[in-house]
DNA sequence: AGGATAGCCTGCGGGC
DNA sequence: TGCCCGCAGGCTATCC
């Protein structure tokens, strides 16, 4: 993530690259709604028409630009687990999963031709403020596991897209969580990435709030008690909390005084750091495949 | 029916 | 140096 930075000779606003969980989009979100919101989308260019996934009756087959904001003033950019809900002052709008790779980029003059490469959709949008620039606003994702949904009222988003997802991780408290894993035998690991039990939380900050309170990523849901449960809650709460005040970036660039990158120092405590020392104890982290992800722990601190 | 698993997709890094 | 292979993971479909 960067912000301002000139290149090409483009003044580019910001753009985001590392891996987007809900600290990463809350940060886009504030970002994009800064810029967007009240704006009038002018022109759609769609460059790659899968990524807009439809499965509106009424529009069977019939996706045109006009369907992807074309004409529409944008009231608000928000945020629903790791979804960005765009919504028209029609009451219609678009929700945008950014999956493993996505990215949005907003620019002033981009004209580039050929597009790059995964450059899949690009909103031309013209703000509120009369002085302020006419904008590109494009949606990017080299492996496309995100897409962009639309729905025609908040009503259909409701029902359509958001239904079945569960309570916002950054607010979910003890009780609720207890009641949540207490009816499943799966793992921890495995509850926690379903969105349907808790929305918002991935591979990495599943990781980062397990070893925080404590628990084994392997326990099953059931058997976590009630005082588990308010320490799970509290650390997905407090390791949110700071990820999105940190700007939402899991990797921070650190250059070294001497000048040499040093490469990436991370601000997470086991993602990423297997075989390394454990914070807590300074034992080495272990890594094991649980619900089909890599999941780092430590053996001596999570029980 | 809940839970596990395969598959989507491209970039990148390790190994040879 | 360059190529190949495996891994990364959010989400859906499908199977058990």
Known sequence: MSAAVRRNGQKLFFRFSSMPELPEVEAIRRQVQQVVAGGLIEKVRVHRRDVVRDRSARRKGRLSVDHVGQHQVIESVDRRGKQLVVLFSSSGGMIIRLGMSGRITIEEGLNRHPVPPHRHLVWTITPPKSSQKQIKMSFIDPRRFGGVYLFDSVEDCQSRLLTGLGPEATSIRGNRLHDLLGGTRRSLKAALLDQSVLAGIGNIYADEALHRAGLHPARTGDSISRPESTRLAAAIRSTLRVAIEAGG??????????????????????????????????????????????TTFCPTCQH
């Open 249 to 294: 970036s899991t990797l921070r660039d650190h250059i070294l005084p001497d000048g040499s990158s040093g490469g990436f120092i991370k601000n997470h405590r086991v993602y990423g750091r297997g075989g390394f020392p454990c914070l807590g104890c300074q034992g080495p982290l272990e890594v094991l495949t649980i619900a089909a992800r890599t």
